[in-house]
């Protein structure tokens, strides 16, 4: 069961978690490292799940997700690659 805050970031809209992260005061440099991890976390998941020989569409999915991820941090940055 997920928690209360876990709860609430699950209703959220996308202007609603727009806010939440400008609130934080979040800076592109933190988000680009945090979208780095975030590929890095996936790119270990995948890895796990095709070791157990396990497949779901999620994992079509997070495999798709990863460009999109690594793009999205590259438009952040200054100067982008």
């Known amino acids: 069961m997920a928690s209360e805050i876990q709860q609430s970031v699950l209703e959220m809209t996308f202007p609603d ?3 939440v992260a400008l609130k ?3 800076t592109s440099e933190k988000v680009v490292g945090m979208l780095k991890s975030r590929i890095l ?20 999915i997070t495999a798709t997700d990863l460009p ?4 999205a941090a590259a438009l952040l940055l200054p100067e982008h690659p």
């Open 41 to 60: 976390r996936d790119q270990k998941y995948l890895t796990y799940r095709s070791a157990k020989g396990a497949h779901t569409a999620y994992d079509d």
């Open 17 to 19: 978690l727009v806010a």
């Open 24 to 26: 934080r005061k979040w």
């Open 68 to 71: 999109m991820l690594a793009l």
